[in-house]
């Protein structure tokens, strides 16, 4: 016990001795991590019960995806005028707004799916753009494994904690009591922890990008493979983020189940990415990166194969372990590359961060696209088995462009010495 407790202490005296920006920074998405799951699970649940329709679901994250590269664009010229603290906080707020405009819904309709998809694309827009941007500015390469490790690790607990007890908390209500009673419940909690992050978020002393143009569309080759692997992270989040409710609304139960099997596997991963942010270095960031996609595909394979209930929980263990692997690596990798092209190309770096969500956005549009395309023109049965499969294996691909990038890099930071 007294090695454990020596061991915690430690660690806290590790992130004390981090940039202060970067601690309200990490306190904040600590907070917000217990956002994040109930609009990625829950949003799909609710949508399948209420509607049973798989096509309404993924209109919704097309809606929402649409929305998300507009926002960036706006947030742009907004930083001009208003302090960054500001517009972080109120994305993070806009996200409860748009679930509470699902929830007034009398009926769930593609008009009023469209409408709460474009709120809740306003709200992750505002929250990534200035959340990437926080995070280039609060710290640098050699403790980006670290910020990402944690804050990983924060999601990763957020991801054992809220799926469980938002999942039984739901499915209590059924079928005594009006069900959707229980998302409404929810949704307001959701907007108290929205309004503890924004206000913890004004504790730090963050500086705007330089108020200068930020719209380019031609850039070196560095940054054309980035956006590469950007289109190709996108294909799978485009339909990533309700597959699993869809799977398991459709295979292995309620929302009840949907909690526990997330909760499960995401104990399994939470101290590995903390000890992987913590004690990895630069280079093995390739290595992480591609475990992540092999665990993807292979939970895809898994999946489709099986396609019952045991199929869905492997599928979710690979995600859980896979997907934070990705990010782990992924946006260490990103922020290097903004920081070597803003500054051969004498660019704002909100340039990059801006071509990148375009990036996803294509990626984002072509998953959700496979999926339509299955479920329209075969079956919405064909479109949950097979789907996962496609894309996983295309994702593979992005292993070779990632170690050309890092390739680039290594060769370019070796010149200069």
Known sequence: AKGLRNRLRNEYIHFRAAPRNMQILLITNMLYSFVLPVVELFIGAYIMRNSSNTILVICFQLALYSGIPLTFLINGFLLRRIPIAWLYSFGMLLSGVSMAVMMSLTELDFSGIVLAGLIMGLSYGFFWANRDFLALSSTDDDNRNYYYGLESFFYTLAGVVVPYTVGVFIASFSPARDINT????????????????????????????????????????????????????????????????????????????????????????????????????????????????????????????????????????????????????????????????????????????????????????????????????????????????????????????????????????????
């Open 182 to 417: 229980a998302y409404r419940i929810v949704t307001g909690i959701v907007f108290l922890i929205t309004i503890l992050s924004s206000a913890v978020v004004f504790r730090g002393k963050f500086v705007n990008p330089e108020s200068r143009r930020f719209v380019y569309w031609r850039f070196e080759r560095l940054w054309q493979k980035m956006m590469s692997l950007a289109a190709l992270k996108g294909i799978a989040q485009g339909y990533i983020v309700t597959a699993p409710a869809m799977l398991v609304m459709t295979l292995a139960g309620n929302e009840d189940t949907l909690g526990t099997v997330q909760s499960v596997g995401a104990i399994l991963s939470a101290l590995m990415l903390y000890l992987l942010g913590r004690f990895s270095a630069p280079r093995h960031r390739l290595a992480i990166f591609s475990a992540g996609l092999v665990l993807f595909a292979l939970g895809g394979a898994l999946n489709a194969a099986l396609y019952s209930s045991a199929g869905v929980m492997l599928f979710m263990l690979c995600l859980v372990i896979g997907r934070p692997l990705m990010d782990l690596a992924y946006f260490p990798i990103q922020l290097r590359v903004i920081d070597c092209v803003a500054a051969r190309e004498q660019r704002n770096p909100f340039t990059y961060i801006f071509v990148h969500e375009l990036g996803l956005y294509l990626g984002r549009f072509a998953g959700c696209g496979l999926f339509l395309v299955f479920a329209s023109y075969l079956s919405p049965g064909f479109a949950l088995r097979y789907a996962l499969l496609v894309i996983g294996l295309a994702q593979l691909l992005s292993i070779p462009v990632a170690r050309s990038i890092i390739g680039n890099l290594d060769a370019e930071e070796s010149a200069r010495k």
